[in-house]
């Protein structure tokens, strides 16, 4: 049971380029949802997902755009990457069933550096 | 707006002692909460949540958090501190209304160092 996984575990990158991280669940969870850590920030939303072809904004959706064509994926694509975006990001998904409230699952991470 | 504070940034406990870990939130509506830990280079664990009932929740790893409505705080504890809990802890809270059931909103965290 591989759960969820991120790739790549480090990417660098320049400037301007358009870049994709990717997540995977095979939990079939309904809700997806993308954070960057930043130090002195913690964890911030930056999108989610209800189900597929649902998505919605989250704390710091600015330069990204994400998509849910399929329940067990969510990839996030930076459009023309900004050294900003330099941060670790984290993938996550919930089984999120009416009435329950249950905790989110973590992936383990991607380290993006925009040169 | 929902919201949650970890006032300290670092918190040092001697192996053996008890540790602490606070949190307050800020919500509308009914809080739900969760604490979960991040170890170097790793993802986050979810460790316990409220969401009703008792207000002494038990967790993973023997940490155990007090839910307190009056103080609006969600305080982790242990008994017993390990080496092996050296990690940074995050406190969150779930947003219940409707149209974003499901966010979590994350405080910055505090980094534990437990010493032999």
């Known amino acids: 049971d591989a759960g969820i996984t991120q790739s790549p575990r480090y990417k660098i990158t320049e400037t301007g380029r358009q870049v994709t991280l990717m997540c995977h669940q095979t939990?079939?969870?309904?809700?997806m949802f993308w954070y960057r850590q930043d130090l002195g920030h913690g964890l911030r939303l930056i999108y989610y997902s209800a189900a597929a072809d649902i998505t919605d904004k989250g704390e710091v959706p600015d330069g990204y755009v994400v998509s849910r064509s399929k329940t067990e994926n969510f990839p996030l694509t930076l459009e023309s990457a900004t050294r900003s975006q330099t941060s670790v990001y984290f993938c996550a998904s919930s089984d999120q069933v009416s009435g329950s409230h249950n905790e989110q699952f973590f992936g383990p991470g991607t380290r993006l550096t925009v040169l | 707006a929902q919201s949650v504070a970890q006032p300290e940034d670092q918190v040092n406990v001697a192996e053996g002692n008890p540790l602490t870990v606070k949190c307050t939130y800020s919500?509308?509506?009914?809080?739900?909460l969760f604490w979960y830990v991040q170890y170097p280079n790793r993802g986050l664990q979810f460790l316990l949540k409220?969401?009703?009932?008792?207000?002494l929740v038990k967790g993973s790893y023997g940490f155990e958090a007090e839910f307190n409505k009056s103080q609006t705080s969600f305080h982790l504890k242990k008994p017993s501190a390990l080496v092996s809990d050296s990690a940074l802890y995050f406190c969150?809270?779930?947003?219940?209304?409707?149209?974003?059931?499901?966010?979590?909103?994350f405080g910055r965290g505090t980094q534990l160092t437990v010493w032999p």
């Open positions: 939990w079939s969870h309904s809700y």
């Open positions: 919500v509308s509506g009914n809080p739900y």
């Open positions: 409220y969401i009703t009932g008792d207000n």
């Open positions: 969150a809270v779930r947003d219940s209304r409707g149209s974003t059931l499901g966010r979590l909103y």
